[in-house]
């Protein structure tokens, strides 16, 4: 490799129409060397600055919770919300009576279950919980609740259409999808598994997915029979709230099968309660027994995590995700887009900048599932490909996650850029997924409050639902060669 002598016309140095090489520089100028690029101001680098005060003591129930206590994981389980009074009660004096109401009806009428974390609980800006990302995305509250589209279903994906054993979901060729059980440190609004996740609602009975030894069993003997199984998600639920035990017998008993080559377990749990990472030693040395196996192995074992907002990364997170580091175990994200959550080029790229600054590798940003009940939290298709578009660039490609649609009706994650064909009047779009099912269209609709009035008064009306959805489909065929 040469090496070219800086010289005076250099990169380093900018020359403007008004200075020319042979004159000398004006004075004061002679020693400065101009960038091209200027460096930024480094208080403007806000992923780096993560949030190290003690928030929790804005929060009246825990003013005096010291930080030792406030990290302990026995202290945030204990003190663990699973009931909307008593939420209401810990809100008292932070929020409207209003704001109460609201969340009382919101209940009422949700698919999903409250459990939310102290952690989690104070690091909601009360002073605007309407507009909190937070808040949003674990706490419904009626007056902003809108109707479904036409066209939506609890299980949206098929997952138990899937399932040769319950709770284990074989789409793909060589990875499968293992639910070992059915409950969450966290519960979602926006869950894709509320039909399954969580405590039955006044809306929705749940199917039963309990932490049973045969179930699992069952799971383990047809995974060890299907040669092509590689790959195992041990979701859930979510991996948190198995016991440090069973975590390591579903790690040795996957790892001692030749076929699987890879296992990823699944949880939301950084994201709610890192406090876990840092003290429950006994659940982090069995997942790090699992990862010193594979390795020992050569087989891959990961953890993937579920962050939606650069506000759910705090300085105890990187203290947590430091420790996974430091043992060697390496974390992916999922984050589901969500309208006013992340749904911004600012948000989302913040949020990517400050994974990628605690060791976490963005991997897939999901359009939202057609899941019933949540219809607020919906963008339109046209949102991901425009976030798609201004956050790739703005650091490492690895860092870049893909913007998928998890295909409605079982065709697994697509690229939301492949679309066939995307009517974005009537908020239609066509995938194909030839690996999952060959000759199959899978439509994924966007929400209807954000079309035109038009568009929206066509979709209540069954001739025009059928009349654009087999134009749509026709116009994805067209586009298809033969
Ligand atoms: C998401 C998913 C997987 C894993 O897919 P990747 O694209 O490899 O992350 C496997 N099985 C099911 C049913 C899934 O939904
Ligand atoms: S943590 Fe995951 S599985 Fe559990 S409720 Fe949230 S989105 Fe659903």
Redesign the pocket.
């Given at each position: 490799m040469s090496t070219t002598p800086v010289s005076a016309a250099s990169p380093f140095r900018v020359l403007t129409s008004a200075s020319s090489p042979s004159a000398p520089p004006p004075s004061g100028e002679t020693e400065e060397i101009h960038a091209l690029k200027p460096p930024v101001d480094p208080t403007t680098l806000h992923h780096a600055q993560l949030r190290r005060d003690e928030f929790w003591r804005n929060i009246p129930a825990y003013a005096d919770v010291t930080y030792e206590q406030f990290i302990d994981h026995a202290w945030q389980s204990k003190h663990t919300i699973t009931r909307p009074e008593k939420l209401i009660e810990t809100l008292q004096g932070l929020v409207s009576a209003e704001f109460v109401a609201d969340v009382n009806a919101g209940f009422h009428r949700a698919p999903m279950s409250l459990r939310i974390s102290p952690y989690l609980l104070s690091l909601i800006d009360w002073r605007d919980a309407y507009a909190d990302p937070l808040r949003i995305q674990f706490i419904p509250v009626a007056s902003r609740l809108l109707p479904d589209h036409p066209k939506l279903g609890l299980d949206s994906?098929h997952?138990q259409a899937?399932a040769p054993v319950p709770g284990l979901?074989h789409?793909?060729p060589d990875?499968?999808?293992f639910l070992p059980l059915d409950t969450c440190p966290v519960y979602c609004r926006f869950c894709t598994r509320s039909y399954a996740v969580g405590v039955d609602t006044d809306e929705v009975e749940k199917v039963q997915l309990k932490a049973k030894p045969e179930r699992w069993q069952r799971a383990f003997r047809y995974i060890a029979s299907r040669p092509e199984l590689e790959?195992i998600?041990v979701s859930g639920g979510d991996t948190y709230n198995l016991r440090a035990q069973q975590l390591q017998e579903i790690g040795e008993t996957l790892l001692a099968m030749p076929n699987i080559r890879r296992i990823r377990f699944a949880t939301k749990g950084p994201a709610v309660m890192p406090q876990k990472i840092l003290t429950d030693d006994a659940w982090v040395d069995a997942l790090t027994r699992v990862v010193e196996l594979g390795r020992k192995l050569h087989k891959e074992v990961v953890l993937h995590t579920h962050f939606n907002h650069p506000n759910e990364i705090t300085g105890i997170t990187q203290d947590a995700l430091d420790r996974l580091h430091e043992r060697g175990i390496f974390v992916r994200n999922q984050s589901v887009l969500q309208r006013g959550v992340n749904d911004t080029v600012d948000t989302m790229r913040l949020l990517i900048k400050r994974l990628g600054h605690v060791n976490v590798h963005p991997?897939?940003v999901y359009v939202h599932d057609l899941v019933q009940g949540v219809e607020d939290l919906r963008t339109t298709l046209d949102t991901a490909l425009t976030l798609e578009k201004h956050i790739r660039g703005s650091t490492a490609g690895f860092n870049t996650p893909t913007f998928v649609v998890?295909a409605p009706g079982g065709g697994?994650?697509r690229d939301a850029h492949s679309f066939e064909h995307y009517d974005r009047d009537n908020g239609i779009s066509v995938f194909t997924s030839p690996a999952v099912k060959e000759g199959q269209f899978y439509l994924y609709y966007d929400p209807l409050q954000l079309l035109s009035p038009e568009a929206q008064a066509r979709w209540t009306d069954p001739k025009e639902q059928y009349r654009i959805i087999t134009n749509a489909i026709e116009r994805a065929k067209g586009k298809i060669r033969p």
């Open positions: 994906l997952e899937d979901t789409r793909y990875k499968a999808l790959d998600v991997y897939y998890d697994g994650k």
